[in-house]
């Protein structure tokens, strides 16, 4: 398909356990985001990539969580060590360039811890 | 610091009256982009518009209909003569330049039920 692809749709793991979450963006574009978002709320921005670079990482919440797009293409957001509170809908999205650019979502990863 | 307040939770109408919903934003910022992203019960957000912080002129889409007021910091979005199929959570979004960085900042958003 065109759009954003993100795997798996559902995540089911136990607490300590490492996940990794995919993103497939559109073909094309060099921008993309990582948001976590839960119940009742908006997306949290995470983290931004321009090509492979993380141009803005602030939104990470701690060191068990990273993010690679080793050649500026598919994405991988990992997380060490889970947690409970962990659980939540992980979005990606990606535009065509960086500020300002309407982005495009996936329909997400539904993280949820044991 | 950066941040959208849309103080509108839910609100329900009866198809085929206008409704309002309300968008906040507060940045340092003089260079900033504000969207609205509409995220259906299917769950993908879906980009409705843009709007950058030097082009203050309305726009209308459709129903759809947009003010953008600097003055009071607002970027309201207006759905005229509402159908079933607008039922969904709204954001609203921004962006800033310089003290934002590449963050997107979302509202909380607002559930949006139009009853047939």
Redesign the interface.
């Known amino acids: 398909g065109a759009g954003v692809s993100q795997t798996p749709s559902n995540k089911v793991t136990e607490k300590g356990k490492y996940v990794e979450l995919r993103c497939d963006p559109i073909s094309g574009h060099t921008a993309l985001?990582w948001?976590r978002q839960s119940l009742?709320?908006?997306?949290?921005?995470l983290i931004?990539f321009?090509g492979t670079g993380a141009?803005?990482d602030?939104?990470l919440p701690n060191d068990r969580f990273f993010a690679v797009r080793p050649e500026g293409s598919v994405s991988t957001l990992k997380i060490q060590r889970t947690e409970r509170g962990d659980s939540a809908?992980y979005?990606c999205?990606s535009s065509i360039g960086?500020?300002?650019?309407?982005?495009?979502?996936?329909?997400?990863t539904r993280l949820s811890i044991l | 610091a950066q941040k959208v307040t849309q103080a509108q939770t839910e609100i329900s109408v009866v198809e085929k009256e206008d409704v309002t919903l309300d968008c906040v934003y507060e940045t340092r910022d003089t260079t900033y982009y504000l969207f609205w992203y509409k995220q259906p019960p299917s769950g993908e957000l879906v980009f409705l518009i843009r709007r950058n912080s030097f082009d203050e002129q309305n726009e209308i889409s459709g129903r759809y209909s947009w003010n953008f007021q600097k003055s009071t910091s607002s970027f309201n979005f207006t759905i005229t003569a509402s159908q079933v199929v607008d039922s969904a959570v709204y954001f609203c979004a921004l962006s800033g330049l310089n003290t934002g960085g590449f963050k997107t900042i979302f509202g909380a958003g607002t559930r949006l039920f139009v009853k047939a």
Request: aromatic share 18%; charged share 10%.
């Open positions: 985001y948001y009742g709320q908006g997306p949290e921005f931004y321009q141009a803005d602030s939104g809908v979005l999205a960086g500020l300002g650019q309407p982005q495009h979502f996936g329909d997400g």
